[in-house]
């Protein structure tokens, strides 16, 4: 930057910096009058917190190709660097890190550690992956892992899992999340009930190896990469693996693992419901699993769950303790801007769904005055909370705009020239 633009810029940031401090102090007289502390609401949007997949921080791809930027990250050590950079520009909205094992298999558990101290990062749920073959793997996955009739197959990805766990362990994570592919393409292929029964004998193996404070995570999707039955394809499927687990194995619902139209925030209810809501893999999408930006494509819903999240921790649900984890694939976005867009759709999510008020909501729907219900649920969605957003990441040095600050900060120039290609065969395609 020149001395001009940099005066520029700086003239700039102080006049979004004034517009930011009328803007949070109209609304915070506004939602006193209505009896809502705005502070309490700042503090409370400042304890939101998510995690970060590691196969998010260089550009996905799809089956036709896959498009890479520059100075994308090539090892976990980058994928961390990146990871840090999110937290401080979100407030330390994003502390953590999810690794997905083997993408992310380090020689050295010690440096990874070290690492991650330096940059202020720690890790939430370990992923496995069976639904790849690796160089060098015995047998394949091409006919299904936990549901495959040979129980050598099984075996190996049992024997994947433990070692998943172990990684976990050394790195500090808590829970092991479980996203299985198995499934058929035609029908014949293969016993809908045996599969079913198959995998959920191999959990149970990998459950018992779980340490006593961890949770296990199961992950259902409706389709792809198998097009006519998927083992464990909805919320039903993954609930009855859970019950048949135990106590310390949840659902984790990816909201885009749902077929058009299902009601998300309905499904969030029912498990919420049961104690069975493990947690979430944020995204949206238009149609499948198309792992794009939270609150892109359906805000409302993202509102709505996370209504359903406040109602229950407002109302001190047993148990209720949801991982909240984002699972997303930059095809044309940069991806530490679409990560930082999506934490910031996240904490306004949470903000907005904190503003309802709960009391007069359950009076409506006592007194069956269906316009008012809804108008309670509108009235907090629609207040623009950006200025508590911003307020909330501000004081604890994070930027009131993360995407703006991102690009004026020359993070992205800076590691292009520090990380020139990406290694072949580096960061993995999501799925
Ligand atoms: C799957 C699923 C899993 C994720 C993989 C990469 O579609 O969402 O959570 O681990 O993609
Ligand atoms: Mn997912
Ligand atoms: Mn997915």
């Known amino acids: 930057m020149t001395a001009t633009s940099e005066r520029l810029a700086g003239l700039e940031a102080g006049r979004a910096e004034r517009a930011h401090e009328r803007d949070f102090a109209a609304l915070a007289e506004r939602l006193e009058g209505e009896g809502i502390a705005p502070e309490a609401l700042v503090a409370e949007i400042q304890r939101f ?4 997949p590691s196969w998010a921080f260089a550009t996905g791809g799809t089956r036709f190709g896959r498009f890479s930027g520059a100075g994308e990250p090539r090892t976990l050590r980058e994928k961390m660097e990146d990871a840090a950079l999110v937290n401080g520009l979100t407030g330390g909205a994003a502390p953590r890190i999810s690794l997905h094992i083997p993408w992310d298999s380090a020689n050295d558990l010690e440096e990874v550690r070290a690492d991650a101290r330096r940059l202020g990062i720690g890790f939430d749920a370990v992923n496995s992956n069976t639904f790849q073959d690796q160089p060098g793997q015995p047998l394949s996955y091409k006919l299904g892992s936990f549901s495959n009739p040979n129980a050598a197959v099984r075996r190996q990805a049992i024997e994947h899992h433990l070692h998943v766990i172990e ?12 996203w299985l ?4 393409n035609y029908p014949g292929q293969m016993s809908l009930r045996g599969s079913f029964e198959r995998v959920r004998e191999c959990l149970h193996e990998v459950y018992a190896a779980l340490p006593d404070d961890w949770r296990l995570f199961t992950e259902h999707k409706p389709y792809e990469p198998a097009f006519y039955a998927t083992v464990v394809q909805d919320w039903g499927s993954s609930l009855l693996l859970a019950q048949s687990l135990g106590d310390r194995a949840q659902c984790l619902v990816d909201l885009g693992h749902h077929l058009p139209n299902a009601n998300i925030e309905l499904i969030v209810a029912r498990l919420l419901g049961v104690g069975k809501l493990g947690g979430f893999h944020f995204n949206d999408s238009k149609y499948g699993d198309d792992d794009l930006t939270a609150g892109s494509i359906k805000p409302y819903v993202l509102f709505l769950i996370f209504h359903e999240l406040v109602l229950a921790a407002r109302e001190r649900l047993p ?5 909240y984890m984002i699972d997303q694939s930059h095809n044309l976005k940069d991806p530490i801007e679409s990560l930082l867009q999506t934490v910031d759709q996240l904490q306004q999510a949470y903000a907005k769904a904190c503003l309802v008020n709960h009391a007069r909501l359950a009076e409506y729907q006592t007194s069956g005055d269906v316009i008012m219900a809804e108008r309670t649920l509108k009235q907090a969605y629609e207040t623009d909370v950006r200025p508590l957003v911003g307020e909330a990441r501000r004081r604890r040095g994070g930027a009131l705009d993360p995407v703006l600050a991102f690009r004026a900060s020359g993070y992205r120039a800076q590691k292009t020239a520090e990380r020139p290609a990406a290694a072949a065969g580096g960061a993995p395609t999501h799925l």
């Open 319 to 323: 148990g209720f303790d949801p991982a």
């Open 49 to 52: 917190e998510v995690a970060l």
């Open 181 to 184: 592919a198995d499934g058929s």
């Open 167 to 178: 990684v976990g362990k050394a790195v500090g994570s808590k829970a092991l999340t479980v």
